[in-house]
C-alpha cells in the first residue's frame, strides 16, 4: 500500500506534538514494513524541517531530516502538478495541490493528513493518523 504523509504528519513526529504524535509516529513507523511504500515531497520536508528547526535548532532538525529522508520515499514535485494545481479551480489552497498531484503523479492509495478538509478536492483517499490506523 502506498501513503502519502502530508507536512502535518511529519511535523508531528518530528517535533513530538501531542495528541497527534503516538498516532504519526505508528503511521510513520509503516515506512520499515515491507507492505507499505511511504511518501512526501521535498516541499513537505521543507515545511517539517521549519518548524522542527524553530523548536529544537538548525542542527537537531537536520539530524532528524537525515533520518527521515532515509525512510521515506521523496517524490518530486513535477511541472505538470504545478500546472495541474493552478488550473483547478476547486484547490485554493497551492501547496495542498502541489502535494495532491504529487501523490496522485506516485500513485499513492491514501493521503494521510491532520487537515483532510484541505483535500476536500481529492479522488484519493483522505485520512487523518488516527482514522488511518483504525482503518489498518
Known amino acids: 500500500m502506498k501513503l502519502f504523509l502530508d507536512a ?3 511535523v508531528s513526529v518530528l517535533n513530538r506534538q501531542y495528541p497527534v504524535f503516538p498516532y504519526a509516529a505508528r503511521v510513520f513507523s509503516l515506512a520499515d514494513n515491507p507492505a507499505f511504500e511511504v511518501y ?3 516541499l513537505c520536508l521543507a515545511i517539517a524541517f521549519y518548524f522542527s528547526a524553530k523548536k529544537s535548532g538548525e542542527d537537531h532538525a537536520k539530524k532528524k531530516m537525515a533520518i527521515l529522508s532515509q525512510k521515506l ?7 505538470s502538478a504545478v500546472l495541474e494545481t493552478l488550473k483547478n479551480p476547486k484547490i485554493s489552497d497551492f501547496e495542498d ?3 495532491y498531484y504529487a501523490a496522485k503523479e506516485a500513485n499513492c492509495d491514501v493521503i494521510i493528513t491532520e487537515d483532510q478538509n ?6 484519493i ?3 487523518n493518523c488516527i482514522s488511518f490506523i483504525e482503518k489498518m
Open 118 to 123: 484541505d483535500f476536500w478536492f481529492s479522488e
Open 125 to 127: 483517499e483522505v485520512l
Open 8 to 10: 502535518n504528519v511529519l
Open 97 to 99: 495541490g502541489l502535494e
Open 40 to 42: 512526501t515531497t521535498p
Open 73 to 79: 520515499t521523496i517524490t518530486p514535485n513535477q511541472t
